[in-house]
Structures are given as structure tokens and as C-alpha cells.
């Protein structure tokens, strides 16, 4: 007799981000293996990748290059992180998620344009991924990357990152971005109702969120030394 197995049991996971800043191919080709290789040496082979786009020319037919030099190093391409239309549309049709862009994303192309010089073409970033409820005066802690809750947030939980936490979900609870300093640190939240906010120490306690806020998709960083926050 067979049976189906209906528990689907979550577990903290991370995804590493493959950050592309050019649209020479060529040169993503000469870099690539450079970066897998210590990539797999932390990791595993088939270890799931996004791809972040950060170069405004880059095209379809040079996305589709890069997923396939993942996958002949034994990486999986899962995802997607751009602004641009044509790469969001290839996206879909080769059944890749598509992640958030940040609402930073034209700001960082025009930097790394004229940095690219001095920076590599591509680099590795980890996210760690957490997919249930956190629930009540629980922490969820990454302490080598971005943090991403793909649930809700209950009141009294706690989220803490080196970097960045985006939650998918809505958010009752507090919020630490950026625990060692790093000031480029963003927060998204899909439903804001957090009781706090920090990133770098800078921090804001919510005894009641704003009427403008509340239950909103909203972004916070950094700016001037103050927290500030904006509804997309």
C-alpha cells in the first residue's frame, strides 16, 4: 500500500545571491569559475543560486548564457532579482521565481558602472531562508549574509542579520539589520506592522505604527544617518 506523505517539514537554508554587474558574457565566462569554485568548496554541489542583476544592458540571451554556466558547474539557478522587463519575462518562462528588487536597484547599476574598473563582474552573496511562521519570542538569526522570512512575524519574535532581512509575509515582531555596522543594510516588509526597527544600531520602536504604514509594502534603509522608510 502506498502512501502520501503530507508534512512538509522547514528549515533555516541558504541561497547564495550571484551578484552580474556587466553584460559581457566573456568576461562573466572568465570570472564564473572562480567564484563556484569557492562557492561549492563552503557548499554542495547543485546548491541553489539567484541572479542579480545590476547592469541596465544586459539582455535575455545573456541571462540565459549565465544560467547555463551555473548548471554545467553543477549549480541550480532558481531565481531572479532585476528592474528589467525582458529579464523578468525570460524569468517566467524558464520557471525561475522572481525575487524583489530593491528600490536602491538604478542607484547601485550607476555605481557599480563606474567602479567596474576596480570590482570583479560578479560576486557571491548568501541569503538564509526561513519558510514557517516565526512565531512569538522566537530569533531567528543569520549571522553571514541577508535574511529572508518567507511567512509571517508574530509580535515578540525576533529577526537578526549581518545584512539586510526582506519578509515576505506580514510583520508583527522586531527587526535588526546590519548588526556589525553595515550601513547599506535595507529591510523589506510585504505587511508592515513591526514593533521595531534597527539597522546599524539606528533604530525606531513602533508603540503604534503610522495609519500610512500599517499593513503596507514598505522599504527602510538608511539615509543621512536616519532611518527612513518609503511604501512602494
Same mark, same amino acid.
Given at each position: 500500500?502506498?502512501?502520501?506523505?503530507?508534512?512538509?517539514?522547514?528549515?533555516?537554508?541558504?541561497?547564495?545571491?550571484?551578484?552580474?554587474?556587466?553584460?559581457?558574457?566573456?568576461?562573466?565566462?572568465?570570472?564564473?569559475?572562480?567564484?563556484?569554485?569557492?562557492?561549492?568548496?563552503?557548499?554542495?554541489?547543485?546548491?541553489?543560486?539567484?541572479?542579480?542583476?545590476?547592469?541596465?544592458?544586459?539582455?535575455? /540571451?545573456?541571462?540565459?548564457?549565465?544560467? *547555463? %554556466?551555473?548548471?554545467? =558547474?553543477?549549480?541550480?539557478?532558481? @531565481?531572479?532579482? $532585476?528592474? &528589467?522587463?525582458?529579464?523578468?519575462?525570460?524569468?517566467?518562462?524558464?520557471?525561475?521565481?522572481?525575487?524583489?528588487?530593491?528600490?536602491?536597484?538604478?542607484?547601485?547599476?550607476?555605481?557599480?558602472?563606474?567602479?567596474?574598473?576596480?570590482?570583479?563582474?560578479?560576486?557571491?552573496?548568501?541569503?538564509?531562508?526561513?519558510?514557517?511562521?516565526?512565531?512569538?519570542?522566537?530569533?531567528?538569526?543569520?549571522?553571514?549574509?541577508?535574511?529572508?522570512?518567507? /511567512?509571517?512575524?508574530?509580535?515578540?519574535? *525576533? %529577526?537578526?542579520?549581518? =545584512?539586510?532581512?526582506?519578509?515576505? @509575509?506580514?510583520? $508583527?515582531? &522586531?527587526?535588526?539589520?546590519?548588526?556589525?555596522?553595515?550601513?547599506?543594510?535595507?529591510?523589506?516588509?510585504?505587511?508592515?506592522?513591526?514593533?521595531?526597527?534597527?539597522?546599524?544600531?539606528?533604530?525606531?520602536?513602533?508603540?503604534?505604527?503610522?495609519?500610512?504604514?500599517?499593513?503596507?509594502?514598505?522599504?527602510?534603509?538608511?539615509?543621512?544617518?536616519?532611518?527612513?522608510?518609503?511604501?512602494?
Amino acid at each position: 500500500m502506498s502512501e502520501i506523505v503530507n508534512d512538509i517539514q522547514s528549515q533555516l537554508e541558504q541561497i547564495s545571491v550571484l551578484k552580474v554587474r556587466t553584460n559581457k558574457t566573456e568576461l562573466i565566462e572568465k570570472e564564473l569559475p572562480k567564484i563556484i569554485k569557492n562557492l561549492t568548496a563552503k557548499n554542495h554541489p547543485n546548491a541553489p543560486v539567484v541572479i542579480e542583476i545590476e547592469d541596465k544592458h544586459f539582455q535575455a /540571451n545573456d541571462l540565459a548564457v549565465v544560467v *547555463e %554556466l551555473l548548471t554545467q =558547474n553543477n549549480l541550480v539557478a532558481i @531565481g531572479l532579482r $532585476s528592474s &528589467k522587463q525582458e529579464l523578468l519575462d525570460f524569468a517566467q518562462f524558464s520557471g525561475l521565481a522572481i525575487f524583489k528588487d530593491s528600490p536602491q536597484a538604478s542607484k547601485i547599476v550607476e555605481e557599480k558602472k563606474v567602479k567596474t574598473s576596480i570590482s570583479p563582474s560578479v560576486s557571491i552573496n548568501k541569503v538564509t531562508t526561513y519558510s514557517e511562521v516565526v512565531e512569538k519570542n522566537k530569533q531567528i538569526y543569520s549571522d553571514n549574509g541577508d535574511l529572508a522570512i518567507l /511567512n509571517q512575524v508574530e509580535k515578540n519574535a *525576533e %529577526l537578526i542579520a549581518l =545584512n539586510s532581512v526582506s519578509v515576505f @509575509g506580514k510583520c $508583527s515582531g &522586531k527587526i535588526y539589520a546590519g548588526i556589525k555596522g553595515n550601513k547599506s543594510s535595507l529591510v523589506y516588509v510585504k505587511q508592515f506592522n513591526a514593533q521595531l526597527v534597527s539597522i546599524a544600531g539606528v533604530y525606531k520602536i513602533f508603540d503604534k505604527v503610522p495609519e500610512k504604514f500599517i499593513n503596507q509594502e514598505v522599504y527602510i534603509d538608511l539615509y543621512r544617518g536616519k532611518l527612513r522608510f518609503r511604501k512602494t
